[in-house]
Each structure stands twice: as structure tokens, then as C-alpha cells.
């Protein structure tokens, strides 16, 4: 046996024990959402679940104190108004259908990417059109948020990248996945705008593997939730998945084990987060993890790496820009469930595509994408 071979077998023991995994009250269940604008026309309910989007209905809490609901949105990679108005015109949607919530969400999260380049009148224009949205709003950012002036313009609007509160029982998250890159462009003397072109691109040979929580983060979440009983609800909110999905695009963050190091006794554990442009599902120990959808362009799914229990999307009709796009809608109940339901701005369906896993056949032990990447 190879060491790499052991080394993952090591990780996978403690991380994935047999019978170590989510509280089983957060299971995903089999109700299925349609927005409403999809079931225009439909005739009877057995219709409608030839339609997509089949919303799967993620139980990822319990304990809250008082049912309520928050909206997230994410993903908008906003360019100025004179270049394209087509993600100002989906941004605009999203805040007008989180505004019109009823009752009213009890606050939004933005994912991240709020700008496409990183230029000071994107990130403005991000703010403007939220203000649409008359609630409470907290902020994580992105990688298009950050490189051009490493979160100068970022820090201004909206202050720390990472965050805590607590809400009615729950305690809320945000971490920071973007800023922690290696410097790759001052040995290439790249200029600001160079480097967030690099940075803009879903390759990420030339950035490396850039997407990571840092030391000093992961010794702020461990504080952060020391005083936190273990069995009450924890949701964490970050751009980038907090696992290993496919590092050659970072649809994950390099420090993903220390992560589930650190959250590792906590038994509620939820990792909503943005990046992927895509509907996702996952679990690694007691974490599970719910990727969101993006406002501007749906990403097609990595070519490996998917991870189990995904539910993937169908391709998007290319001559629709408001296909395979959209935000989130996450309802506390009155039973104490958190229901995350996507809001996906599909007008007709072509094809229904299949799951792509299955729960009876167990995971296979394999060296992760990374090591064959980049050493580290």
C-alpha cells in the first residue's frame, strides 16, 4: 500500500466513521418544491414532477427557537451597467423576489462575487441594487470581490470577511475563503488587473489552489463555536465548499480536513456556500453541505470529483439567460426543520436528468484530485 493510499485511508477514518454522520433528523428528504412561475398551466400534481426543477427539500437544522426564514443570494459577477445588463437585470429579479418574501425574510446572505472584476463601481453597483432589499444584509466574499485591490474597496462596504451572530437558537457562520492565495503575482510582476484576470478564470492553473480558510481562521472558528453546545445547530456560510470537490477549478478549500477537524464534534452542522453556480449536496462526517445557485450563469458540473449524493441539474437552454439560474430561500419551521429551497428562474424543461448516486453502494477510497495537482 502506498503512503499516499494510507494517508487517505487514515482521513477517511476519521472523518467518515461507519455511522458517523449528520444528525439523521437532518436527512434529505423526498418533498419537492416547483416555483411558482414553473407550475403556470400545469394541470394536476403528477404533472408537475415531470417538470424541473424537482427542488429537494434539505432538512439542516433543528433546535431553532422561533420559526423564521432567511434568503440568500449569491453569484451575481456584476460588470458596469455600460458593459452588460443582463446579470444587473437577474440581480435586480432576485432582490425584488427576496423583497416581496411574505412573510419577510429575517435577513439575507450574500455568498460572494457580488463583482465581476473587482472594480470599485461593480462592488457600487452591487450595493445599489440591494438596497432593494429592506433587511438586515451580511456579506462574504468572493474571489472577483478581492484580487484587484486585495479587499481594499471590500473592507470599506461591508468591514470584516468574517463574522458570527447568533439568531433564534442558531448560531451563523461566516468564513472567509477567497483572500488567503498564494502570491503567485509578484514573481510574474502581474498588474492588479492581471491579476484578477487570472483570478477570473475557472481554470485555476496559473492562481494555483487558492481557496483555503487559513490558520488563523480555523483558531477563530474553534473559538467561535467553544462556548456553542455541540448539539445545537451551526450554520456556516462560505464562498468556496468546504470540501474537496474539484481543486483544478478550487471548487473546494485546500484546508477542507482541518475544517472538519475543527466542526468535527458538533453533531448539526450546515455548509451553505456559493462558488459552484450549481445545485449540490454532500456530506463529510458530521457536515453537510448545500451548494447554492448563482444569479448570473449556471457552471456545468466538474468532469470527476462530484460529490455523493448529488442531485445534479439538466443543461440550461444557452438562447435563455435566466435558465439554470437563481437564489434560495431557507424557512425555519414552526417544528424546528430549516428548509433550503431553490428558486430557479427555468421557464420550459427539455430533459429530466437522473441522481446520480446511490445510497446503498459505498464510498471508494481513492486518492484525492489534489495530490496528483499540487503538492502542499
Known amino acids: 500500500m502506498s503512503e499516499l493510499e494510507r494517508d487517505r485511508r487514515e482521513i477517511a477514518a476519521v472523518l467518515q466513521q461507519p455511522g458517523v454522520r449528520p444528525d439523521p433528523s ?17 394541470a394536476t400534481v ?26 440568500w443570494i449569491s453569484d451575481t459577477h456584476l460588470y458596469p451597467k455600460s458593459l452588460n445588463t443582463r446579470f444587473v437585470e437577474k440581480t435586480v429579479r432576485a432582490a425584488k423576489e427576496v423583497q416581496a418574501m411574505s412573510p419577510p425574510a429575517d435577513f439575507l446572505i450574500f455568498g460572494g462575487d457580488l463583482a465581476q472584476l473587482g472594480k470599485v463601481e461593480e462592488l457600487e453597483l452591487g450595493v445599489e441594487i440591494l438596497k432593494e432589499v429592506n433587511i438586515r444584509k451580511v456579506y462574504i466574499p468572493g474571489e472577483h470581490d478581492w484580487y484587484l485591490d486585495m479587499g ?11 463574522w458570527t451572530f447568533d ?26 488587473e492581471e491579476r484578477m484576470g487570472h483570478m477570473a478564470t475557472l481554470d485555476g492553473t496559473v492562481a494555483g489552489p487558492w481557496a483555503g480558510v487559513g490558520r488563523d481562521q480555523l483558531d477563530w472558528l474553534q473559538k467561535t463555536l467553544a462556548n456553542w453546545d455541540r448539539n445545537r445547530p451551526v450554520v456556516i456560510f462560505s464562498h468556496n465548499p468546504l470540501y474537496e470537490y474539484y481543486p483544478p477549478w478550487n471548487f473546494w478549500v485546500r484546508d477542507w480536513r482541518e475544517v472538519n477537524e475543527v466542526l468535527k464534534p458538533y453533531t448539526k452542522v450546515t455548509n451553505i456556500h456559493g462558488h459552484t453556480h450549481q445545485v449540490l449536496y454532500n456530506e463529510i462526517g458530521t457536515m453537510r453541505s448545500i451548494g447554492m445557485l448563482a444569479t448570473s450563469w449556471p457552471w456545468p458540473y466538474a468532469p470527476e470529483g462530484v460529490p ?21 430561500k431557507i424557512d425555519v419551521s414552526a417544528q424546528d426543520k430549516v428548509d433550503a ?34 503538492p502542499y
Not at 152 to 162: A, D, I, R, S, T
Open 26 to 42: 437532518l436527512r434529505i428528504t423526498r418533498r419537492t418544491f416547483v416555483h411558482r412561475s414553473c407550475l403556470v398551466g400545469a
Open 167 to 192: 439568531h433564534k437558537g442558531v448560531r451563523f457562520v461566516g468564513l472567509d475563503t477567497v483572500s488567503r492565495g498564494p502570491d503567485y503575482w509578484t514573481a510574474k510582476k502581474m498588474s492588479p
Open 46 to 71: 403528477a404533472e408537475t414532477f415531470a417538470w424541473w426543477p424537482l427542488l429537494n427539500t434539505l432538512d439542516v437544522a433543528y433546535a431553532a427557537e422561533a420559526p423564521f426564514k432567511f434568503a
Open 341 to 374: 429551497e431553490y428558486v430557479m428562474w427555468r421557464k420550459q424543461v427539455y430533459a429530466q436528468s437522473p441522481d446520480d448516486y446511490a445510497k446503498s453502494i459505498p464510498e471508494v477510497l481513492r486518492p484525492r484530485i489534489a495530490d496528483g495537482i499540487w
Open 308 to 328: 455523493k449524493l448529488t442531485k445534479p441539474m439538466i443543461r440550461v437552454d444557452p438562447g435563455d439567460h435566466f435558465d439554470g439560474v437563481g437564489w434560495a
Open 152 to 162: 481594499k474597496k471590500w473592507g470599506e462596504l461591508f468591514g470584516q470577511p468574517n
